[in-house]
C-alpha cells in the first residue's frame, strides 16, 4: 500500500497544502483561505476538512497517511508547542498535540522559514547539501539553518532570524523588532526601496530609476543589469550588507551552502555574485569558498520542508 504524507504551510492570507509520495513526488498541491476570526480558532479545522476532502478526492485511506507536517509563521519548539503566532491571532499552544487530536494523525510541526529551508535541501537550491542556509528576502529578511539534515530550531524556536543581525550601528530609523541596524533593513525588498529613496534625494544624479512612484526592488535590479549608476550602487550596499552578515552566521554553523530565496531572489546571479563578492572579503580564511544558490522551490519550499518533517519524525 503507498504511503503518503502531507506538508502544510500556514500563511496569514492562505493554508499551502500538497500531498506527497514519500521520495518527495508532489502527488497533488491546493490552497485555502486562512480564517483568523477569533484568534485563528478556525484554522487548524479548516485544514483538518481540507485533508481529508483530498483524501476521499484521490480515493486514498487515512492508513495510507504516514503523517502530517506543518510550517507556522512564529517560533515553534521541538516538542511542537507555538510561542504566539500575531499573524495567526494564535497564543501559546502545542500544535501538533491538538492536530494530532483533530486528525487522529501524526503531526510534526516547525517555523515556517525554517521548514522552507528543509524544503529547499530535499528537493530544491540545496538538493545534495546536508549543512546549509536559506536566506529569504521578501518584505523582510527570513532564514532557516539546516545542519546534518535537520533544523536548528534554538532553544526558543527562533535560531535562523538573520534578518535581526545588525549590520549598521548608525541606522536612526528604528526596525519593526525594536532595534535599529538590522539587515532586513537594507536586504528586503522594502529596505533596497527605502535605500533607494534616500540615495535619490542625496543627488542630482541622473537615473533610470528616478522619478517612479512605484519603485520596486525588481526595478532597482532591472536597471543595474543595464548599466544604471545608482541602481548599481544599491545592489552593492545590499550586497555588502548581506556579505558581512552572512560571514557571521558562516563563523557559527559552517554551512557547506547558502540558498538565496524569496521575491528579491528573482534577480538571479547579480544578486548571488555581489553578496558571494562581499562574503568572501569579509569572512575567516578557513570559511571561504562557500557555494551561493538560487531557491528553486519558490512559494512550495513551505510545503515540501513540512512534508519532509514527516520523514524525520
Request: glycine share 14%; charged share 25%.
Amino acid at each position: 500500500m503507498e504511503q503518503l504524507c502531507f506538508g502544510v504551510d500556514i500563511g496569514g492570507t492562505t493554508v499551502k497544502i500538497g500531498l506527497f509520495q514519500m521520495d518527495g513526488s508532489v502527488i497533488d498541491k491546493w490552497e485555502i483561505p486562512t480564517r483568523k476570526e477569533e484568534n485563528g480558532r478556525y484554522i487548524l479545522e479548516d485544514v483538518k476538512n481540507s485533508l481529508n476532502s483530498k483524501l476521499a478526492e484521490k480515493n486514498y485511506s487515512k492508513d495510507q497517511v504516514e503523517g502530517v507536517g506543518i510550517g507556522v509563521p512564529g517560533p515553534v519548539t521541538s516538542d511542537g508547542t507555538v510561542l504566539k503566532c500575531v499573524n495567526l491571532g494564535w497564543d501559546v499552544f502545542n500544535v501538533e498535540e491538538e492536530f494530532g487530536k483533530l486528525t487522529e494523525l501524526k503531526v510534526k510541526a516547525g517555523n515556517d522559514a525554517n521548514v522552507a529551508a528543509l524544503g529547499e535541501m530535499w528537493q530544491g537550491g540545496g538538493k545534495g547539501y546536508h549543512n546549509m542556509v536559506l536566506v529569504t528576502l521578501g518584505t523582510g529578511v527570513g532564514g532557516g539553518i539546516i545542519l546534518d539534515d535537520k533544523i536548528l530550531d534554538g532553544s526558543r524556536g527562533a535560531a535562523g532570524e538573520i534578518g535581526h543581525i545588525t549590520v549598521d550601528y548608525d541606522e536612526k530609523d528604528a526596525c519593526n523588532c525594536g532595534k535599529r541596524g538590522c539587515l532586513e533593513q537594507y536586504a528586503s525588498a522594502t529596505g533596497i526601496v527605502k535605500e533607494a529613496n534616500r540615495l535619490l534625494a542625496s543627488t542630482d544624479k541622473a537615473s533610470a530609476i528616478r522619478n517612479n512612484p512605484s519603485l520596486t526592488a525588481k526595478d532597482i535590479f532591472d536597471a543595474a543589469k543595464e548599466g544604471d549608476e545608482l541602481s548599481l550602487e544599491l545592489v552593492e550596499k545590499l550586497g555588502r550588507h548581506l556579505g558581512l552578515a552572512l560571514s557571521h552566521v558562516s563563523a557559527v554553523v559552517d554551512p557547506e551552502c547558502f540558498v538565496i530565496g524569496g521575491g528579491v531572489s528573482k534577480a538571479g546571479e547579480i544578486l548571488t555574485e555581489v553578496i558571494k563578492k562581499h562574503y568572501e572579503q569579509n569572512v575567516m580564511f578557513a570559511l571561504k569558498n562557500k557555494e551561493f544558490k538560487l531557491a528553486l522551490l519558490g512559494n512550495d519550499a513551505g510545503i515540501y520542508g513540512a512534508a519532509r518533517l514527516v520523514l524525520d519524525k
